[in-house]
């Protein structure tokens, strides 16, 4: 079960000057939406929220100006570099009712199958409808079976009781495939630095 954080927040004003204010101030600039009601912008504690969010909390209980409201985590932005969040939105619900959420994937195990083969990953989350309080923090897939030739699919992972798969079930998520095979592209692309040679003897003949 996904646990629920408090954190408080204050209305704010719209605006990137404002936003800007925010920032500077320690705080996040937030969108509250959802439930047929009118958004409204925010400015919660930045320090609480990322450390909450880097514990894989995505519902908060939060106080806005003495009221309270059930939030889930529907997106956050990053800068430019990707390193800083710069904006979250929040998505009001009822602990009774479900959400699409994107869940990472985490392999775990040795696959039998890396001696003689290589592992390689297709897909690293699935998207899933869940109740809110069983959202995951993430999904894990064991590889400990695979061979050879074997491959994991989203319709094999495990999702928590009650939730949904709405990524392709046929979709990929992990194989195992010959070493030669992996090889073969990296093997052609060596021999291709002929053709450059021969181009550049041609051009010493002409200037000659």
Do not use: W
Request: contains cysteine.
């Amino acid at each position: 079960m996904t646990d629920t954080v408090v954190l408080k927040a204050e209305q704010r004003e719209v605006g990137s000057k404002h936003a800007a204010k925010i920032r500077a101030l320690g705080k996040l600039p937030g969108v509250i939406y959802g439930h047929k009601q009118e958004p409204k912008a925010i400015a919660v504690e930045y320090k609480a929220f990322l450390d909450a969010l880097h514990h894989g909390h995505r519902l908060f209980d939060m106080e806005v100006d003495g009221t309270k409201e059930t939030l889930l985590v529907k997106d956050v932005q990053f800068d430019h570099y990707g390193k800083d969040v710069i904006h979250a939105d929040f998505m009001r619900v009822d602990l009774t009712e479900k959400a699409h959420v994107t869940v990472s994937i985490v392999l775990k195990g040795d696959a039998p199958g890396a001696v003689k083969g290589v592992v390689e990953t297709e897909m690293d989350h699935v998207e899933i409808n869940c109740l809110v309080t069983s959202i995951p923090e993430t999904i894990d897939v064991s590889i400990r079976n695979l061979e050879v030739g074997d491959s994991i699919y989203a319709k094999d992972v495990k999702l928590p009781f009650g939730a949904e798969l709405l990524s392709d079930p046929d979709a990929v998520i992990v194989h195992c495939v010959a070493k030669k095979k992996a090889m073969e592209q990296p093997e052609e692309e060596s021999d291709s630095p002929q053709e450059p040679e021969m181009i550049r003897e041609k051009k010493s003949d002409d200037q000659d």
